[in-house]
């Protein structure tokens, strides 16, 4: 067992973990932030993913341990609770970029990173960017449409 | 009022946004794996059998029962104690199974006990130490020899005058794979057995039928009442899957009751591939015999169905689903057809979507366009010649099937123009004699929607059935009830799984009521302690649209009309001249606001009197049982699809790239066009996957190739073409909304499109899905 | 699936580092990336009692361009070295090979020291190793060592480096100018692990090659460096000739593979030429 603090969305909280315990089951155990979904915990469906010091990262591939000193971004840190959605949250839903949501909120912290890094990508590489998610309900055609739109859009 | 009318005025048939979005956005959705309703909820780990079929020698548990953490090991003796086998649809012709192997184990990944710990990672070191002692048995790996449990044919008008008419016989081979639709959320199951009360509560993302709730119920040896079933308010995904939660809801209360404390299952992702619900396996041989003009005179199926080691409820149903409509969309009443079932030592089978449709159609579209090749005819006008015509609707299909509404050859055109099938087949030579290989496939198919109860019992002969209870129709049961403030809340069992039932479901009661949908909240969370459900009730057979839908509609009309009895006093009208709008009563120039109205009812209820502002009805479509000829109206509703996929193949390397898609669907009315379009491009991508992907390999021993994400592979952004898709709208004159149920139609149709495009590419017959880059380089060289 | 229990050591120098491989030998693990190794200890296929998480050896994290050699610290994320300009311009192989590897949340937190350490033969980082002719950095406790690509890798996730022994730096040779790269390769969907991949670079004046770099992955047990068709190359034969000449280099792992490693050594010269 260790001590660990680690920023989450913002805040800084303090626990104490087991070496083996993943990233994923830490967010979502003890830090009640159900929002990050586990698919997969081998790396591959992309839906527990994360922003460590901002870049998307699998949340299951990580320790919770090795989250200690870092600052992690949930789903949950996109929207205050009870303020608007974002942008890209928005773009989502007038693009029917969900169904099920389960693996939505992976796929908005990659699309996260990208709108922050101010770039502007072409369908082609948003397509690329999403090959690291899967998802089973949409056909992916309205998640790469709703990314699309909110890199257009000012932020 | 005619639907369209109301389509224009009202919400139905708007491309209204998600009322579940924000949730969902926002990272706030209750799933399964959030739950957690009991205190002192132990966690499972489930051991599973490594070996295909073996004898179990001895279970030894001491080792685990000492492990930090460990609660309690449940074990194949203890699950046949306190549990019967589960029942099925054919009897003692297959080995009977328990909810864990009890003696023998038939499937690598079967349960053989379940460790119960404080947390899932003590379960899962204690797991490690249960040491289990098998005697290998001979394993049935290969479909064609493995042990028929199951075999009957049909013939309807006289297949035998077809062939012997013909001008030319086609027959081909087939082979569906195995495949899973692999929702990203796996299953999850919280049971907790009642000792006082010898009862379950059980909380899981079981998605219907709800006829495996008696299934289970049997199995656990209580009354259907005594297993309280509730089902999270979200789940993530299952396009048939989670039907097959029931079995482990049966593994963990028997757990939970040995044990005496609640029990949690969380799967992980091995243990869904290696062990939930596969898609069946078929083999088809089918013949089709054609005039010289192309008239399709006759079919003759042959289907042989790998269900894996059991013959688990609702199997033998991917053999019956699309039985009915076994002719597909097209005008030939002479058929013959053998349906068989082998079990295997490989994973269970069960609803998968499309459920049977990818298994027909992968057969009969794939023969349709080989008899285009060999009578030198375009694949779109040998389609032409053999659709069923608009004038027949409703068209009485040969195995049963009336196919509700629809003019086929319309939506044919439809979709050629979308697709620009003349320029794409124009293209086809100039690139050719570059050494390019392009190709064109088309697939004309009925998707059926709502299924009969009584379907299944085409696996018993016409003697058996008679013999027994007849079984018909699909049920749906909706309460609805407006507050005293004015709110609207409606409840229903249609277990959604992202298809956005509750947004659909306040459109339609906006509507009815004249209200806004915001003022609607529709509750879809199952409890089948509280909630209206029927046997019927669950989120397959695309049945929402069809028959959720109607019910719902019918259930706040119904509300309406007391809404109406209690203005037309105040208003000094009658009823009839009512009409709800915008949150009030209107009649002459006069209105009263609803909430007035309503407030009145509820707090004025001696006064007012009325028969009160909540109830309950159900809905059931009018399918009959089938009849002594083996005919049956399979389903409530049958759409159709046209699609016309395009593809270029790399002759050095068999890379195949879907370069274009265009489907045109009549689903009969849509009620909301976006939640529409998501489930034909959701459908689209399982059949693009199972196409060109998706296939769950075992080898010679039963062992499963496909086990993680690594291994099986549904498609990504990167795999999916761009797609074209349109509605047409021929309204259904069965359901009172005009609606027909359109989730699957994609999943049927895309592995058939797409093979024919290869093979019009390879200009080859022979081809096998997937259509990995291998097969298809193998395929050229052949 | 979660992990067995481990003992998790984290580790904020170098010698620190090596200290604890030195001290728990085959019984510990490096945690680079971790885009292998955590899921294969969630799957509990691998089960060391130590592991040894190298991210916070920040000094590892980089690279730079030092007399013709590109030399990248192994704890560097492969997304940062996709988005290096100096390293992409001195091995502008590396901006094509790295988009295919795996996603980019996983090239977000995979580093190029781990992936080579891990050694798969379907590696593109590995090939590109191995066709460039580069090699790593070794240390341990009181050495370190250079070894090339060549003598790396053994065989699949078999390499050459003894469990005390920690990558800290990966060295790919710089190309000059005049050189010319392509990468292809055949997967079954983005981001897989590839059927055949192929990596090649040559320097092209006055209508003939004078110097060729051929690679295949994964179609041995092991990435290959392609010296006869590179001779071949040359020497003046065709793209064809040339493909035909790295099939017969590569062995016959399936016939298939086989195939894809002459198609995709011609078109992969071809559009090095365009």
Partial sequence: MRRIVVTINGRERAATVEDRLLLSDFLRGPMGLRGTHVGCEHGSCGACTIRLDGAAVRSCLLLAAQADGCSVQTVEGLAEPEAELTTLQRAFKRHHGLQCGFCTPGILMSAAELLESGERPTRREVEELLSGHLCRCTGYAGIVSAIMEAVDEPR | MTPSETAVRGFVGRALERVEDDTLLRGQGWFIGDLDPLPSTGHAAVVRSPLAHARILSVETADALAAPGVIGVVTGADVARLSHPFPSALGDAAPSFHACAVETARYVGEPICVVVATDRYLAEDAAELVRVEYEPLAVASDTATAPVVHDRSFRYGDPEAAFAAADLVVRASFRQPRSSATPIECYGVIASWEAATGSVTAWANFQG???????????????????????????????????????????????????????????????????????????????????????????????????????????????????????????????????????????????????????????????????????????????????????????????????????????????????????????????????????????????????????????????????????????????????????????????????????????????????????????????????????????????????????????????????????????????????????????????????????????????????????????????????????????????????????????????????????????????NPLIAEGQVLGGLAHGIGAALLEEHRYDADGNLETASFVDYMPPTATELPPVRSLQIESPSPVTPLGAKGLGEGNTMSAPAAIANAVADALGVDQLELPL??????????? | MKPAPFILERPETIDEALALLDRHGDDAKVLAGGQSLVALLNLRMARPEVVVDINRLGDLAGSLVEEGVLRVGALTRQRRLERSPGALAACPLLGQALPYVGHVATRNRGTVGGTIAHGDASSELCLLLATLGGSVIAERAQS???????????????????????????????????????????????????????????????????????????????????????????????????????????????????????????????????
């Fill in chain 2, 209 to 671: 039928p709800f006829t495996l709730h008696g299934v289970a119920a049997a199995a656990l040896g209580i009354h259907g009442s005594k297993l309280r079933l509730c089902t999270p308010a979200e789940s993530g995904g299952s396009y048939g899957i989670k039907s097959g939660v029931y079995v482990p809801i049966v593994l963990m209360a028997v757990c939970s009751r040995a044990l005496g404390i609640p029990v949690r299952f969380i799967e992980d992702r091995v243990e869904h591939m290696l062990a939930s619900q596969h898609a069946t396996e078929r083999l088809s041989e089918v013949e089709a015999a054609f005039s010289h003009d192309g008239r399709l005179l006759g079919l003759r199926l042959d289907l042989l169905d790998d269900v894996g080691a059991y013959v688990r409820a609702p199997e033998p149903a991917t053999l019956y689903r699309m039985h009915a409509c076994i002719t597909g969309a097209y005008d030939v009443q002479d058929v013959a057809v053998r349906s068989r079932v082998a079990v295997t030592n490989r994973c269970p089978t069960g609803l998968n979507r499309g459920f049977g449709g990818p298994q027909l159609y992968g057969a009969l579209e794939r023969t349709m366009a080989i008899a285009a090749r060999r009578l030198e005819l375009d694949p779109a006008e040998l389609a032409r010649r053999n659709l069923v015509r608009v004038e027949q609707m409703p068209y009485r299909a040969a195995a049963g099937a009336v196919y509700d509404s629809g003019d086929y050859e319309r939506c044919l055109d439809a979709v050629l123009e979308l697709a620009g099938y003349a320029e794409l087949r124009a293209a086809q030579a100039p690139a050719r004699a570059e050494g390019r290989l392009l190709g064109v496939g088309l697939a004309c198919i009925v998707e059926p929607s709502v299924s009969n109860m009584g379907y299944i019992s085409l696996a018993q002969t016409p003697a058996e059935r008679a013999a027994g209870l007849p079984k018909s129709g699909n049920s749906e049961g909706v309460s609805i009830a407006i507050g005293p403030h004015g709110g609207v809340t409606v409840r229903f069992t249609s277990t959604p799984q992202g298809q956005g039932h509750r947004t659909v479901a306040a459109q339609i009661v906006a509507d009815a009521l004249g209200i806004d949908p915001a003022d609607v909240d529709a509750r879809t969370e199952a409890d089948t302690a509280a909630n209206p459900w029927t046997v019927s009730s669950g989120n397959y057979s695309s049945r929402f649209g069809a028959v959720v839908a109607s019910a719902i509609h019918i259930a706040a009309t119904q509300l309406a009309d007391r809404l109406r009895a209690l203005a037309a006093p105040i208003l000094e009208a009658e009823p009839a001249e009512i009409e709800l709008r915008d949150g009030a009563a209107h009649a002459g120039g006069s209105s009263v606001s609803l909430r007035r109205l309503v407030g009145a009812a509820h707090w004025n209820a001696a006064g007012v009197g009325g028969e009160g502002l909540a109830l309950t009805c159900t809905y059931t479509v009018p399918i009959a049982a089938a009849d002594p000829d083996d005919r049956i109206n399979g389903s409530a509703c049958y759409g159709f699809i046209a699609d016309v996929a395009a593809v270029e193949v790399d002759p050095e390397t068999g890379v195949v790239r879907v370069t274009s898609y265009a489907t045109v669907h009549d689903a009969g009315r849509i009620l």
């Fill in chain 2, 772 to 782: 990995t880059h291998e097969r298809v380089w193998r395929a050229l060289r052949r």
């Fill in chain 3, 144 to 274: 370190e060592r250079e070894i090339t690509a060549d003598d790396l890798f053994v065989s699949h996730l078999q390499t050459s480096l003894e469990p005390q022994e920690l990558v800290t730096e990966v060295r790919f040779p710089a190309l000059g100018t005049g050189w010319r790269t392509s990468f292809l390769e055949v997967s079954p969907r983005h981001g897989d692990y590839a059927f055949c991949a192929v990596a090649c670079a040559l320097r092209a004046a006055d209508g003939r090659v004078h110097e060729a770099r051929l690679g295949a992955g994964a179609v041995a047990d092991r990435p290959l460096r392609l010296r006869a068709a590179e001779r071949a190359l040359v020497a003046g034969e065709s793209p064809r000739a040339v493909g035909e000449i790295a099939r017969g280099e590569v062995p016959a792992r399936d016939d298939y593979r086989h195939e894809l490693a002459g198609v995709l050594v011609e078109r992969a010269i071809t559009a090095a030429l365009a």
